[in-house]
C-alpha cells in the first residue's frame, strides 16, 4: 500500500513537470510539439556532423599512418638491393655532373672527358657553412612526408641530388610522389651527408653554363671559393635559394663581364667556352648548350696535343720554372702554342694551379712590343716603303698632351739619336722607330691591316686608331695570348694569318656532326715579306745585343719579338713570342692585380721561361721554309745598303729581287 502510495505521487510530480515545461515552450515563443521535434533535428545534425568528423579523423590518421609506414619502410630499406628495371639511384661522387662531354685529342685518343663544372672538386671542409645550412643533408622521415604531402622533392640535400640527375637524364625519375621520395631516401642511404653536401654543390646548375659552386664564385664574384668576404657568401647564397626554392636561375649580364674564369684544365675551358658560342650561333641558348654539353654524350675532336700539354703542365707546376725566389709574393704566367695552322695545342692558364681565371684564352690584355713586327714592319715591307736594312730616325716624335708639345715616345733603354735599321730596331725594341714607320704608313692604313688582314674584331675606332695603340700595342681591350700567337702564325706559313682555334669538330654520341669549326684563313702578306719578316725575327735571337737572344735553343732556328707593358715608370707585364719551324709560343708573365708591378730582379726572363719549355719539345723540323725569291746579301750598316768596295761595317740581310736597295755610295767618299 505504501509502495503503490508513493507510485501516485511520483506520476503527480511528472505531469506537473511535464505541465511546466510547456509553459516554459510558451514564454519562449513555440508550441510544445514544435519545440520538441526542433531539438530532435539539431540533436540528430549534430550526431551526423560528430560522425563525418570521425570518420575524417579515421580517415587521415590512417592516411598519416600509411604514410609514416611508408617513410619507415623508404628510409629503412633504402639500403637494400633494387628492385629489377631500377637503379636504385646508386650514383658515383662525379657522374651528378653529367655524363660529360668527351674530349679527343689531335691524334683523336681521348683527352680528357669534361663534367660540369669542369675538373674543380671542393671538399667538404672548403664549403662554406652558410650553403651546408640551406638544407639537410638526408632525406629521412620528415623528408619523405614532406616531399610526399608536397611534392617538393627538393627538400633535402638528397632529394635535390634527384631531381639534378632527373633532370638531367642521368636517372630516370619514377612517377609518383611515393616512388620519387624513395629514390631520394634510396640516395640519402648510400652515402653519408659529407658526401650528399659535396656532390650538391659540386654540380649544382648555377645558370648560364656554371656548374659547381666553385666556378660560380669565379663566374659571379670574380673571386676563388677560399677568398669569398661575408658578403660574396651571402650573394651566392641568395643566388642558390633562387635556384633551390624557385628554379630561378641569374641573368647571363650577371656573370664575370670578360668570362675569363676558368674552370679546371684551361684548354677543355677555352674549348667549352668555344664550343657553347657556336652552339649560341646555331640558336641554342647558354642553358641548351651547356645541357647538350654535359648531358648529351657529345664527343669534340679537338686541336690539343696530349705530350706537348703534359710538358708545359710539368713546367707550369714548377715555381723555379718563374723565379729564383724560396718563398714569398709570385708573379702570374700564362701559355698558348699554335702551329702555323691557328690550331691551339697546347695551353697553360697559370702557375702553381692558380685558376682563377684562364689567363691564355679568356683574358685580354694589351700586348706592347709584341704588336710591332704585324702592324708595322710588316706591312710596310709589304708596301715597299721600307726593306731588311732601312735607315729609320731614332727620334721621339711632337705630340700634343694635355695642351702641351712634349716630345714621345721614349726607348726602352732610354737611348735615342740619329738613324738605326730595320733589323736594328727590332732587336733592341726601338719605339721611336715603330712609331716613326707607322706614322709613314699612315694610323687608318695600319688600323685597316689589324681589321681587314688580321681579323681584330675588337678595335674601338679613336681609341685604338692611333701611335700609341698601333705601333706600341696599347690597345683599348687588349687581345688573347692564342690571338697574338695566331698574329705570328703569316711569318712561318708564307704569308697567310690564320685564326686560332681550338676543335675540328663536334659529333653527338652516335657520330652526327652537330657544330664544325669555322676558322678562317687571310692572304696578309706576301711569301717575299713573310720570309724576310722570318730573318729578321731570327736576327732579334740570333744577335749579341738582341733582347730576345736568351731564347735560343742549340740546333734549331728561333725567331721571335719580346714586349713590355709600362705604367708610371715601372712595368706592368712582359711578353715573349717564340717561333720554332713548327710551333709559336706566346708567354705572358704578371699579375692578376692592375696595380701590381714587376720586380725583374725577382724573376727569369720572359725569354728563358720560354726556352725552358720549348727546349724540352720535340720537333722533326729545324729550320724554317724559304722563299726562293728572297735572296741573302750584304749590306752597309752605315748607309743601309748593299755594300760597296769601300763599306766597313757590314751585316747580312735579306731582300726581295724585285726590291733590292741601291749600292752604298756614302763609304770611302
Known amino acids: 500500500m505504501a509502495s503503490r502510495g508513493k507510485k501516485k505521487q511520483t506520476e503527480a510530480q511528472d505531469m506537473k513537470n511535464t505541465q511546466i515545461n510547456r509553459q516554459t515552450d510558451g514564454i519562449s515563443g513555440t508550441t510544445g510539439a514544435g519545440g520538441v521535434n526542433g531539438k530532435r533535428r539539431t540533436d540528430r545534425k549534430i550526431k551526423i556532423l560528430k560522425t563525418v568528423l570521425a570518420a575524417a579523423a579515421g580517415c587521415a590518421a590512417l592516411y598519416i599512418a600509411a604514410g609514416l609506414a611508408y617513410a619507415a619502410v623508404v628510409c629503412l630499406s633504402a639500403g637494400s638491393s633494387p628492385s629489377a628495371g631500377h637503379s636504385g639511384f646508386l650514383l658515383s661522387a662525379g657522374n651528378i655532373r653529367g655524363t660529360g662531354l668527351t674530349v679527343y685529342d689531335s691524334d683523336e685518343n681521348i683527352y680528357k672527358t669534361v663534367y660540369a663544372g669542369g675538373e674543380i672538386e671542393v671538399s667538404y671542409e672548403k664549403i662554406p657553412q652558410e650553403f651546408v645550412e640551406l638544407l639537410p643533408a638526408g632525406f629521412g622521415y620528415g623528408n619523405v612526408l614532406k616531399a610526399y604531402f608536397t611534392g617538393n622533392l627538393k627538400s633535402s640535400a638528397a632529394g635535390m641530388l634527384a631531381w639534378e640527375a632527373a633532370k638531367n637524364g642521368i636517372e630516370n625519375m619514377p612517377a609518383g610522389r611515393l616512388a620519387q621520395s624513395r629514390q631520394a631516401a634510396q640516395l640519402a642511404k648510400n652515402y653519408s651527408e659529407q658526401q650528399l653536401y659535396e656532390m650538391l654543390w659540386n654540380g649544382l646548375y648555377f645558370g648560364n653554363g656554371v656548374y659547381g659552386i666553385a666556378n660560380a664564385a669565379k663566374a659571379y664574384e670574380s673571386c676563388l671559393l677560399?677568398?669569398?668576404?661575408?658578403?660574396?657568401?651571402?650573394?651566392?647564397?641568395?643566388?642558390?635559394?633562387?635556384?633551390?626554392?624557385?628554379?630561378?636561375?641569374?641573368?647571363?649580364?650577371?656573370?664575370?663581364?670578360?668570362?675569363?674564369?676558368?674552370?679546371?684544365?684551361?684548354?677543355?675551358?677555352?674549348?667549352?667556352?668555344?664550343?657553347?658560342?657556336?652552339?649560341?650561333?646555331?640558336?641554342?641558348?647558354?642553358?641548351?648548350?651547356?645541357?647538350?654539353?654535359y648531358f648529351g654524350g657529345m664527343r669534340a675532336y679537338a686541336t690539343v696535343d696530349s705530350d706537348l700539354s703534359q710538358t708545359v703542365a710539368l713546367k707550369y707546376e714548377d715555381r723555379f720554372n718563374?723565379?729564383?725566389?724560396?718563398?714569398?709574393?709570385?708573379?702570374?704566367?700564362?701559355?698558348?702554342?699554335?702551329?702555323?695552322?691557328?690550331?691551339?695545342?697546347?695551353?697553360?692558364?697559370?702557375?702553381?694551379?692558380?685558376?682563377?681565371?684562364?689567363?691564355?684564352?679568356?683574358?685580354?690584355?694589351?700586348?706592347?712590343?709584341?704588336?710591332?713586327?704585324?702592324?708595322?714592319?710588316?706591312?710596310?715591307?709589304?708596301?715597299?716603303?721600307?726593306?731588311?736594312?732601312?735607315?729609320?730616325?731614332?727620334?721621339?716624335?711632337?705630340?700634343?698632351?694635355?695642351?702641351?708639345?712634349?716630345?714621345?715616345?721614349?726607348?726602352?733603354?732610354?737611348?735615342?739619336?740619329?738613324?738605326?735599321?730595320?733589323t736594328q730596331a727590332l732587336q733592341v725594341s726601338k719605339n721611336t722607330a715603330a712609331v716613326q714607320v707607322c706614322r709613314a704608313m699612315g694610323e687608318q692604313t695600319v688600323y685597316e691591316f689589324l681589321r681587314d688582314k688580321l681579323l681584330f674584331t675588337n678595335l674601338n675606332g679613336e681609341e685604338d686608331n692611333n701611335l700609341s695603340a698601333l705601333a706600341l700595342g696599347y690597345l683599348s681591350d687588349g687581345i688573347t695570348l692564342d690571338k697574338l700567337?695566331?698574329?705570328?702564325?703569316?711569318?712561318?706559313?708564307?704569308?697567310?694569318?690564320?685564326?686560332?682555334?681550338?676543335?675540328?669538330?663536334?659529333?653527338?654520341?652516335?657520330?652526327?656532326?652537330?657544330?664544325?669549326?669555322?676558322h678562317k684563313g687571310v692572304k696578309a702578306v706576301s711569301t717575299q715579306t713573310a720570309d724576310i719578316m722570318n730573318h729578321l725575327l731570327i736576327n732579334n735571337v740570333t744577335q749579341p745585343q738582341a733582347l730576345a737572344k736568351e731564347a735560343a735553343i742549340d740546333g734549331i732556328e728561333v725567331a721571335?719579338?719580346?714586349?713590355?707593358?709600362?705604367?708610371?715608370?715601372?712595368?706592368?707585364?712582359?711578353?715573349?713570342?717564340?717561333?720554332?719551324?713548327?710551333?709559336?709560343g706566346a708567354v705572358w708573365i704578371g699579375f692578376d692585380e692592375e696595380e701590381e708591378r714587376l720586380n725583374l730582379k725577382n724573376y727569369l726572363h720572359v725569354t728563358q721561361i720560354w726556352k725552358n719549355i720549348f727546349q724540352d719539345i720535340s720537333c722533326e723540323k729545324t729550320a724554317f721554309d724559304r722563299d726562293s725569291t728572297v735572296e741573302n746579301r750584304m749590306y752597309c750598316e752605315k748607309s743601309g745598303n748593299l755594300v760597296s768596295p769601300s763599306c766597313e761595317n757590314v751585316q747580312e740581310g735579306w731582300y726581295s729581287v724585285d726590291n733590292l736597295p741601291g749600292i752604298c755610295t756614302e763609304c770611302g767618299q
Not at 626554392?245 to 674552370?263: G, L, W
Not at 711569318?491 to 657544330?515: D, H, R, W
Open 226 to 293: 677560399e677568398n669569398l668576404d661575408e658578403n660574396q657568401v651571402a650573394d651566392l647564397v641568395n643566388i642558390a635559394k633562387s635556384i633551390l626554392k624557385e628554379n630561378k636561375y641569374p641573368d647571363e649580364d650577371d656573370v664575370d663581364t670578360q668570362t675569363a674564369y676558368c674552370a679546371g684544365d684551361a684548354f677543355c675551358d677555352g674549348l667549352i667556352k668555344q664550343l657553347t658560342a657556336d652552339l649560341k650561333k646555331k640558336g641554342k641558348s647558354a642553358d641548351e648548350a651547356a645541357q647538350m654539353l
Open 322 to 422: 718563374f723565379t729564383t725566389l724560396q718563398s714569398g709574393g709570385f708573379i702570374q704566367s700564362a701559355m698558348a702554342i699554335t702551329d702555323y695552322n691557328g690550331a691551339v695545342r697546347a695551353v697553360a692558364g697559370g702557375t702553381a694551379g692558380n685558376l682563377l681565371y684562364n689567363r691564355a684564352l679568356s683574358v685580354k690584355r694589351q700586348i706592347g712590343s709584341t704588336i710591332k713586327p704585324f702592324s708595322v714592319y710588316a706591312p710596310a715591307v709589304e708596301a715597299g716603303k721600307i726593306h731588311f736594312s732601312s735607315l729609320i730616325p731614332d727620334e721621339p716624335i711632337a705630340i700634343n698632351k694635355d695642351g702641351q708639345i712634349v716630345l714621345w715616345p721614349d726607348n726602352y733603354d732610354g737611348v735615342e739619336g740619329g738613324m738605326v735599321t730595320v
Open 485 to 518: 700567337s695566331s698574329c705570328y702564325t703569316m711569318f712561318g706559313n708564307g704569308g697567310t694569318y690564320e685564326q686560332p682555334y681550338l676543335y675540328e669538330k663536334l659529333c653527338s654520341a652516335e657520330g652526327e656532326m652537330i657544330v664544325k669549326s669555322t
Open 560 to 584: 721571335g719579338k719580346t714586349g713590355t707593358v709600362g705604367a708610371d715608370g715601372a712595368v706592368k707585364c712582359q711578353y715573349f713570342v717564340g717561333m720554332t719551324p713548327e710551333y709559336i
